[in-house]
């Protein structure tokens, strides 16, 4: 992880916005492995679960979007708290699905996009101050509005199989 703390570190010393899109780097895995995704992913797998119930597990019927409103992964874990914490958007896309009615089981594999940028605006400061953090809040606002440096997004892509039964 030392590396990729390293990327974000040159990326604000040279304060150029750019994304980082992250496809092969440790910070995948260790996200991939994270107990904040595993829980998403299951609150995804139940209302898939609730579509394929509605369909009959019907292979060639579409299951349409599902949109996970109020909810979004939050990595608060050692490590990755750093990097992505309080992430800013989720979309997850179901590439492909299959269902057996047999066994009634169902697997999914799905595509996830995890959003995070590190803008701070008043709201934040404020909030963050109550916690006893203000001072290197105030300080990392101070440096986005008033000396012109600019906050960096994260991109990450992963992949992953949701099972389950019906």
Excluded: C
Excluded at 70 to 83: A, C, D, E, N
Excluded at 97 to 123: C, M, P
Excluded at 153 to 164: D, E, P, V
């Amino acid at each position: 992880m030392y590396s990729t703390g390293q990327q974000f570190i040159d990326q604000f010393e040279i304060n150029q916005s750019v994304d980082f899109n992250m496809i092969k780097m440790p910070l995948i895995q260790k996200v991939s492995e994270s107990g904040a995704l595993k829980d998403y992913l299951k609150i995804y797998g139940e209302r898939l679960k609730d579509r394929l119930k509605v369909i009959g597990g019907n292979n060639s019927q579409s299951i349409g979007q599902i949109i996970l409103e109020q909810t979004r992964p939050v990595f608060s874990s050692y490590g990755l708290k750093i990097f992505l914490n309080d992430t800013e958007q989720t979309e997850i896309s179901l590439i492909n699905y299959n269902y057996n009615s047999t066994s009634k089981q169902f697997n999914a594999d799905v595509f996830i996009e995890i959003t995070d940028h590190f803008g701070l605006d008043k709201k934040d400061v404020l909030k963050f101050q109550l916690w006893g953090l203000g001072a290197g809040f105030v300080g990392w606002w101070r440096l986005q509005h008033m000396s012109g440096y600019k906050p960096f997004k994260t991109k990450l892509y992963l992949r992953a199989t949701i099972t389950g039964t019906l």
